[in-house]
């Protein structure tokens, strides 16, 4: 089955780093990433689409300069939190969409990144 | 714009008794409806989906959804609840075919618990 990786699964930093988020299809080429944000007993909200060789489309209230999406191959997609703070702090979760599974058309998640802001 | 409502944050029931989690959808096409099941810790798995095929829609580890246009409703069962079932379901929505071109979006979950 698609797999979808991310590394790393657990970060923690000092508030003003910057830290970045790999996203990996391990099996499959995806031209489609992307960016989901998790608070703590929260949903999962869509923080941007990134598109291989293309700039990212952001979901409205979602500060582009702060999380800087690149995607530049078929099976990667960074995303860096730039300047953190501790209100970063929450569950970065991705998600890939397989280009050649046009039946099924499906989205195959990460494991997600827990990222802790001090 | 598409909106999924889930109606409960937490379901408990005992170990061997029916399971029914309700969602509810908005959307301005013909959606492509999901469930996923997060564990503590784990990533986010695809229990089922329904994209316009048949209304009745079987998933894995004995789920079963049914698609309801006239009521907007996508409520996910099983007929005997296991322990391992106790996780965080999400109720999920997008407006392409298959999901996959735009950003999904979620409910905000149900937690189930399961009594022993």
């Known amino acids: 089955g698609a797999v979808v990786s991310q590394h790393p699964s657990r970060v923690i930093c000092k508030s003003g780093t910057s830290v970045k988020i790999e996203c990996r299809s391990l099996?499959?080429?995806?031209?489609?990433m992307f960016w989901y944000r998790q608070f703590p007993k929260k949903s999962l909200m869509l923080m941007a689409t990134?598109?291989?060789?293309?700039?990212?489309?952001?979901e409205q209230g979602v500060e582009k300069d702060k999380f800087l999406i690149n995607h530049a191959s078929l099976t990667l997609s960074t995303l860096t939190v730039t300047s953190a703070h501790p209100e970063d702090s929450s569950f970065y979760i991705c998600?890939?969409?397989?280009?050649?599974?046009?039946?099924?058309?499906?989205?195959?998640f990460g494991p997600g990144t827990r990222l802790t802001v001090l | 714009a598409q909106s999924v409502t889930q109606l409960d944050s937490h379901v408990s029931v005992s170990e061997g008794t029916p399971v029914l989690l309700r969602c509810n959808y908005s959307?301005?096409?013909?959606?492509?409806l999901f469930w996923y099941v997060q564990h503590p810790n784990k990533g986010l798995q695809l229990l089922l989906k329904?994209?316009?095929?048949?209304?009745l829609v079987k998933g894995i580890n004995g789920f079963e959804a049914e698609f309801k246009k006239s009521e907007t409703s996508f409520h996910l069962t099983k007929p005997s609840a296991h322990m391992s079932d106790a996780a965080e379901y999400f109720c999920?929505?997008?407006?392409?075919?298959?999901?996959?071109?735009?950003?999904?979006?979620f409910g905000k979950g149900t937690h189930l618990i399961i009594q022993p």
């Open positions: 998600s890939a969409r397989d280009v050649l599974a046009v039946l099924t058309d499906t989205q195959y």
């Open positions: 099996d499959f080429q995806a031209t489609t």
């Open positions: 990134s598109n291989e060789g293309s700039k990212a489309t952001y």
């Open positions: 959307s301005s096409y013909s959606p492509s």
């Open positions: 329904y994209t316009s095929a048949a209304t």
């Open positions: 999920v929505v997008s407006d392409s075919p298959g999901g996959g071109a735009d950003g999904l979006t």
